[in-house]
């Protein structure tokens, strides 16, 4: 997983509780215990506090927000000149999905036309939680396959899983490899966190590393060996200021990954390359 956290954060949740207040609030149920608002703008922590809320609810009382789920996302994932799901997506600019770092997940809009966006998961499901269909910290855009196929209807919740906004993976689980031979490579992907794990379950994500992303770690192997560090200062010394600004260019270059943290969501399998990158003593 990697963390969402662009730097604009607070304004993109203003405009989104904004623009779709006023889209629910006509048969919004007089009896919720929280305002239009609050849900739209709940942050993680929250979203459990009213979805464990909802719990309680009779089927008779929860059936009141299926319209928010039905017509009022279904309305939100449509291409149209009013916000909708591509204006979220395009503000967050998350590049590469944060469930897997596999698939890239860029927003394409060119002048009126919509062209591309990722798919728009729920953290918390919307057919269990209609209440949360258009919370702003329940839709993470991420990968077709990491949300339809790996995903599907599992239940999310923060108490047994990583969520986007607040928790960081990089921190929390880390590539290895075990070389026996450079065409026997094996990955491990190493957490001591159950949350983490769980998502690292989910996602089958140490199984698809290893099935489809070996060659990559050999790439990384034989690069080490093409690039001592004597040779990374000479380009440097050489470079600097014309083809690098710094040495993290010159290993992007080399790793063909994003290194710094901020940045990883810009390319897929950047998590990876940087993981291994540093067993390898790259950086």
Not at 68 to 83: H, L, M, R, V
Not at 115 to 130: E, V
Request: charged share 30%.
């Amino acid at each position: 997983m990697i963390q969402i956290r662009p730097t604009n954060l607070l304004a993109i949740l203003k405009q989104h509780s904004d623009q779709l207040k006023k889209k629910i609030e006509a048969n919004f149920p007089k009896t919720c215990k929280y305002s239009i608002q609050k849900l739209l703008e709940a942050n993680p922590q929250q979203l459990d506090e009213i979805a464990q809320w909802f719990d309680t609810l009779s089927s008779g009382e929860q059936v009141k927000y299926k319209y928010i789920s039905e017509s009022g996302y279904t309305n939100f994932a449509k291409k149209k000149k009013e916000y909708n799901a591509y204006d979220l997506a395009k503000k967050l600019n998350i590049k590469s999905c944060p469930y897997c770092n596999r698939n890239y997940t860029f927003t394409v809009v060119a002048g009126d036309e919509e062209i591309l966006r990722p798919d728009i998961d729920h953290y918390y499901d919307k057919d269990t939680y209609p209440i949360l269909a258009l919370s702003f910290y329940n839709l993470i855009p991420s990968c077709i396959e990491c949300n339809r196929t790996l995903k599907g209807t599992t239940h999310f919740n923060v108490k047994e899983f990583l969520h986007p906004y607040q928790d960081d993976f990089n921190t929390q689980a880390k590539f290895s490899h075990t070389l026996k031979s450079l065409d026997k490579i094996e990955i491990e992907l190493k957490t001591n966190d159950k949350r983490t794990q769980n998502l690292i379950d989910t996602f089958k994500l140490e199984k698809i590393y290893n099935d489809g992303y070996k060659d990559i770690v050999q790439e990384l192997i034989q690069k080490r060996e093409i690039y001592p560090d004597s040779y990374i200062d000479d380009l440097l010394q050489k470079y600097e200021g014309v083809l690098f600004n710094n040495r993290e260019d010159i290993l992007r270059l080399i790793t063909c990954g994003y290194i710094n943290d901020k940045d990883m969501h810009k390319r897929p399998l950047s998590k990876l390359i940087k993981d291994i990158s540093e067993e390898l003593e790259f950086l």
